[in-house]
């Protein structure tokens, strides 16, 4: 009976970052680590780390596939940058792994909250449709890839609410447009730190089965509503920076009181 139950809050733990995904291209990855953690009742931080990053991997792709379909995915400056980001991803989450996963979210959440006031800050910027990754901005973007693949591995998450930023300033691509190119990247770095932890043991594969067909439904309805979002310049903005404070705040409450500080 607890099993069932224990699958059941996965799956539903699975729509919620499939929505996310979909919707903001990021932030689904963050998401699923407390939810893995203080929902689902995982007890390692390590295995919710492991565990959620091949989860995400597999519901960003369906929210990739979505968002090509639509046409929303500049596939060049996705790829450069996920190429770029998948050595920094396997060297941050193999450095990861020997890190207290506690500490590890507490500093991360303080970062959080500075993103997310660069992103309130830039959210009435439009960006530049039909940009394209050539000799010019390939140092900037594969150095953006690289350094966002480190962060992502180093603390077990896909990193999409670094990986948006960090397309529209190396790019100048708008906004709802990194969203969708920002999943290459989000499902390559996942991957990578899941394919790490998993040599350690620290993936549990029915846990993160179910978590992905939650994330799939949910994936479907967060790109819809997505692409309606994009067409308001900063409204899509608000809403990925807004998501990124709340989450912040409630690790730094977690951390807080699990370090006993």
């Given at each position: 009976m607890?099993?069932?139950?224990t699958y059941l809050?996965?799956?539903?733990?699975?729509?919620?970052?499939?929505?996310t995904l979909?919707?903001?291209?990021?932030?689904?990855?963050?998401?699923?680590?407390?939810?893995?953690?203080?929902?689902?009742?995982?007890?390692?931080?390590h295995l919710a780390i492991g565990?959620?990053?091949?989860?995400?991997?597999?519901?960003?792709?369906?929210?990739?596939?979505?968002?090509?379909r639509a046409h929303n995915v500049n596939w060049r400056c996705g790829g450069a940058y996920a190429l770029a980001g998948v050595a920094g991803a396997f060297a941050g989450s193999s450095a990861g792994k020997a890190v207290d996963g506690q500490h590890l979210l507490l500093l991360f959440a303080l970062l959080m909250l500075v993103i997310a006031g660069l992103m309130f800050r830039n959210r009435g910027q439009e960006g530049i449709e039909g940009v394209v990754c050539n000799r010019d901005n390939f140092p900037k973007v594969?150095?953006?890839?690289?350094?966002?693949?480190?962060?992502?591995?180093?603390?077990g998450i896909g990193g999409g609410f670094l990986?948006?930023?960090?397309?529209?300033?190396?790019?100048?691509?708008?906004?709802?447009?990194?969203?969708?190119?920002?999943?290459?990247?989000?499902?390559?770095?996942?991957l990578t730190t899941a394919f790490n932890y998993a040599l350690s043991g620290l993936v549990d594969w029915p846990l993160a089965g179910t978590f992905i067909v939650g994330?799939?439904?949910?994936?479907?309805?967060?790109?819809?509503?997505?692409?309606?979002?994009?067409?308001?310049?900063?409204?899509?903005?608000?809403?990925?920076?807004?998501?990124v404070v709340v989450v912040a705040l409630y690790m730094i409450w977690q951390g807080i009181g699990r370090l006993g500080l």
């Open positions: 607890m099993a069932d139950v809050l996965s799956a539903l733990s699975g729509v919620a970052v499939g929505f979909g919707l903001v291209g990021g932030g689904g990855s963050i998401l699923a680590v407390p939810l893995m953690a203080y929902v689902v009742g995982v007890k390692s931080p565990t959620s990053a091949l989860a995400v991997a597999a519901n960003a792709l369906a929210g990739l596939a979505s968002h090509a594969t150095a953006f890839g690289f350094g966002t693949g480190v962060l992502s591995g180093f603390f990986i948006v930023p960090g397309l529209v300033a190396s790019t100048a691509m708008p906004v709802g447009r990194a969203v969708g190119t920002s999943l290459v990247a989000v499902t390559a770095f996942g994330g799939v439904l949910g994936s479907v309805a967060g790109t819809a509503l997505s692409r309606r979002m994009a067409a308001d310049k900063g409204r899509l903005s608000t809403v990925f920076a807004g998501l």
